[in-house]
């Protein structure tokens, strides 16, 4: 059984003009972050720091001009795109990418678990050139069936070895930290779980909310099961949805924070970004919510990664490769920088929105893109445990 489509994609038209009017904001200013760390081990965000200040690198000047230049002419070229990341930062993203290089874009969005399920499908007669994903699993499923082709070196080499494919068949492309977002209002910090396994304790029951559908759930899922085995990780599972209770369904991350703020539930654990963005969005949706961290390198604690791959059955092959390509580079990585995403860009040399902790001060587990494995397994465990 397929996992529901649960996870929420507002859609939203993007230009290059509302590229350039998020990267004149990235340049000019940033809110102060509200994050208060439940412990000293967690990262805090610099207070008020101007973005022209935190943000001095070329790619962001080299993306700013990109977005104000005249469209490269047509080249006929066409690639399709499977998108599962938000559809907001693929829309900025594709907008460059055309305008730089005059290579259209056709879009395909859905889930990612549904996406692979759709490629595996369609086998080598499928329309797809390029996969891009929120979290690695399903990536390296299809690398585990030999339907990815290999990255181009030159891409690879422009973010850390660690962060791609072992075997090459796709490249990292930008990275997110989990985190508790709380309501002050409802729970301090001292008495907000250390370890992601303390959720199972019944002394929470009630007082978070989950969102098993979302993605991003699911390398949490993995990390448990690395550490402490499946079936144990089934049980961790049962334990959180009974202390969830009505809570447990919860469509999506942005919700989670939604509620969290509202004072719907105290906690839940989410992405960092979601938090970000939300705050972007609507100033006043976390007016009552503040992010905290868990212990150091608990199976809870991750830094995770967003992927993308060329399919092996690619008609365009070359024009695919260049997508990938301007995803590494200065250019696509200071869009995500500087854009709706609040992820981490990989390649080195440009720098993380300001408004977020510098990637440095977290001490997550040690946990990689091999270590999540395939979709399966995940949904094996999900599904076990009644969660989907």
């Known amino acids: 059984m397929t996992p529901p489509q649960l996870r929420s994609r507002r859609s939203t038209a993007t230009t290059i003009g509302v590229l350039l009017a998020g990267l004149s904001a990235g340049l000019?200013?940033?809110?102060?972050?509200?994050?208060?760390?439940?412990?000293?081990s967690?990262?805090?965000?610099p207070a008020g720091t101007p973005a022209a200040t935190a943000v001095t690198n070329a790619a962001v000047a080299t993306a700013a001009m990109a977005a104000t230049q005249s469209p490269a002419p047509s080249t006929g070229?066409?690639?399709?795109?499977?998108?599962?990341?938000?559809?907001?930062?693929?829309?900025?993203l594709v907008?460059?990418?055309?305008?730089?290089?005059?290579?259209?874009?056709?879009?395909?969005?859905?889930?990612?678990?549904?996406?692979?399920?759709?490629?595996?499908?369609?086998?080598?007669?499928?329309?797809?050139?390029v996969f891009f994903t929120e979290n690695t699993d399903f990536l390296q499923q299809l690398s585990s069936k030999k339907m990815l082709a290999?990255?181009?070196?030159?891409?690879?080499?422009?973010?850390?070895?660690?962060?791609?494919?072992?075997?090459g068949t796709w490249s990292g492309i930008s990275e997110r930290i989990s985190a508790l977002v709380y309501n002050?209002?409802?729970i301090t910090p001292d008495k907000l779980p250390k370890s992601v396994l303390d959720m199972a304790d019944p002394k929470y029951k009630g007082q978070f909310e989950l969102a098993p559908g979302e993605a991003d759930f699911g390398p949490v899922v993995a990390s448990v099961a690395k550490a402490k085995g499946e079936d144990a990780t089934v049980t961790w599972l049962k334990a959180m949805k009974d202390n969830a209770g009505s809570g447990a369904g919860v469509p999506d991350y942005e919700t989670l924070v939604s509620d969290v703020s509202q004072g719907t539930t105290a906690f839940a654990l989410v992405n960092h970004y979601y938090y970000y963005r939300l705050q972007a969005e609507l100033p006043n949706a976390t007016a009552n919510a503040k992010l905290a961290y868990l212990a150091p390198q608990d199976p809870g604690y991750l830094a995770t990664i967003s992927g993308a791959g060329v399919l092996a059955s690619s008609r365009h092959g070359r024009a695919a490769q260049k997508f990938l390509a301007f995803l590494t580079s200065d250019l696509g990585q200071s869009i995500l920088a500087t854009g709706y995403s609040f992820e981490y860009p990989l390649r080195a040399g440009v720098a993380p929105n300001p408004v977020l902790p510098p990637l440095w001060s977290y001490q997550p587990d040690a946990f990689s893109p091999g270590d999540l494995?395939?979709?399966?397994q995940i949904?094996?465990?999900l599904q076990k445990s009644g969660l989907i």
Do not use: R, W
């Open 28 to 40: 000019t200013g940033c809110a102060t972050s509200s994050a208060n760390p439940a412990s000293s």
């Open 42 to 45: 967690a990262p805090a965000a």
């Open 77 to 92: 070229e066409s690639i399709t795109l499977y998108n599962a990341q938000h559809k907001q930062t693929t829309a900025a």
């Open 95 to 129: 907008a460059a990418f055309t305008n730089t290089t005059g290579i259209a874009v056709a879009e395909t969005d859905k889930d990612e678990d549904a996406l692979t399920a759709q490629i595996e499908q369609e086998g080598d007669k499928s329309p797809a050139d």
């Open 150 to 167: 290999k990255v181009d070196p030159t891409t690879l080499a422009g973010v850390p070895a660690a962060d791609s494919a072992a075997d």
């Open 184 to 186: 002050p209002t409802m």
């Open 373 to 376: 494995g395939d979709g399966e």
């Open 379 to 381: 949904k094996d465990l």
